[in-house]
């Protein structure tokens, strides 16, 4: 559990902070909320669901 939990926590860092580098195109306009948003709320979602699978086995 602890490894799949890194592994998904670390794809979501990775995911956020590439549409974050990416969307302000080099910081040419401000970062938006809906930039990073909907893979910042999957990621939690997933992670959420994850842990609640985890507990429920216990």
Not at 19 to 26: G, L, M, R
Not at 30 to 57: C, E, N, Q, W
Request: proline residues 3%.
């Amino acid at each position: 559990m602890n490894k799949d939990f890194l592994l998904v926590f670390s794809i979501i860092a990775a995911v956020v902070l590439i549409v974050i580098s990416t969307s302000t195109i080099f910081f040419a306009r401000h970062l938006r909320f809906y930039d990073y948003g909907p893979p910042l709320g999957a990621g939690l979602i997933t992670l959420s669901a994850m842990l609640r699978a985890a507990a429920m086995r216990r």
